[in-house]
């Protein structure tokens, strides 16, 4: 086999898995030729810097190998997903606590339905992360994986599961902190239409009580954005920690 040529295939499979799940690269909108282009040039810069070339010569192992990037690849881009969807998550809280999750909206960026405060929480995180330059170092660190794991010899250690399992913990800790104030405004506004239910019968709290709490919910949250986004910003460099700290992981 063309060692060249399978040595440049292991290298695509492996960034071209990554840009399939990776929040902004994976955006539907986004037209296929680019996505195609942008692998290909990723591709070509690492190759460019390769000394040694893979040498295969079955065909059975150049499909073991081939799998086998494209799961690392997938397995890196899946962290990034991860924090994504901790930011996600924070925003369907909120919805459940306001009234929201009953209403939920198409997202045509991912293609799934999604609810209406996770919605924005998702859009406003992946704005942060562009113009705050992240996904600049997400590349770095996807484009210095082939230098710490070469192609062909990353291996699944006990250490990778088990920061895979610390992982998802960040992930539930990220969904609570960053929903907390809405959440704890909307237990408050409970507190008071409970009292006002109590004091004042003749009231329908039933029907009074969901539209207050939304009307409340989107008031504080023009109030909080700015704290909103600092605090999205300040998520982002468990991105870079958990990137590096897997891919070292993965080293033999």
């Given amino acids: 086999m063309n060692d060249t040529l399978v040595t440049f295939l292991l290298i695509f499979c492996r960034i071209t898995s990554f840009m399939v799940i990776s929040p902004g690269f994976s955006l539907k909108q986004a037209p296929k030729l680019m996505k195609a282009l942008l692998s290909i040039a990723f591709s070509l810069s690492v190759f460019s810097v390769i000394s040694e070339k893979v040498v295969i010569e079955s065909v059975y192992l150049l499909l073991f190998y081939v799998v086998k990037e494209i799961l690392v690849g997938l397995a ?93 913990v960040e992930v ?38 969901m539209p207050m709490k939304i009307l409340i919910s989107f008031l504080f949250m023009l109030l909080f954005l700015p704290n909103l986004i600092q605090s999205i910003s300040n998520v982002f460099p468990t991105i870079d920690r958990y990137m590096k700290e897997f891919i070292d992981a993965l080293v033999r």
């Fill in 76 to 168: 890196i881009g899946f962290i990034v997903q991860l924090i994504f969807s901790g930011i996600e998550m924070a925003g369907q809280i909120v919805d459940f606590q306001v009234g929201f999750s009953m209403g939920s909206v198409f997202d045509p960026g991912v293609g799934i339905q999604g609810s209406n405060y996770g919605r924005l929480y998702y859009w406003l995180a992946l704005s942060l992360f562009f113009f705050s330059d992240m996904h600049h170092l997400v590349i770095e660190n996807l484009l210095n994986s082939f230098e710490v794991v070469p192609i062909t010899e990353a291996v699944l250690k006990g250490t990778t599961v088990d920061g895979m399992i610390l992982l998802f």
């Fill in 172 to 209: 539930f800790k990220i969904a609570v902190l960053l929903a907390a104030p809405v959440v704890l405004v909307a237990l408050v506004t409970d507190c008071v239409l409970g009292i006002i239910s109590r004091s004042v019968p003749q009231i329908n709290v039933l029907m009074l009580g």
